[in-house]
């Protein structure tokens, strides 16, 4: 069975860090472009960082660009975002996304950064 299980969520202040991290199972994870993909209750999904399955390159969006940084280790199926400077509104749910030629979505981890 295909599994995306996201980690590393929490609570944190103004200017804090997080780790999350993605486990990824039942499916060729090598090949698969990955992305955090965030959603705050009442808006839209955002892609905030991606990164290819070839090169490893990547992507970042103008929130995130800076203080985010998304790795991967093919070598144990996982994904990872480090997110440093945390804002309030960076606070959402976020979501572990593969993409090749299927696609498939993690369950979420929340994040909540509060004074």
């Known amino acids: 069975e295909v599994q995306l299980v996201e980690s590393g969520g929490g609570l944190v202040q103004p200017g804090g860090s997080l780790r999350l991290s993605c486990a990824a199972s039942g499916f060729a994870f090598a090949d698969y472009a990955m992305a955090w993909v965030r959603q705050a209750p009442g808006k839209e999904r955002e892609a905030v960082s991606c990164i290819s399955a070839t090169d490893s390159s990547t992507y970042y969006d103008s929130l995130s660009e800076g203080r985010f940084t998304i790795s991967r280790d093919n070598a144990k199926n996982k994904v990872y975002l480090q997110m440093n400077s945390l804002k309030v509104e960076d606070t959402a749910v976020y979501y572990c996304?593969?993409?090749?030629?299927?696609?498939?979505w993690g369950q979420g981890t929340q994040v909540t950064v509060s004074s």
């Open positions: 996304y593969a993409h090749y030629y299927s696609e498939y």
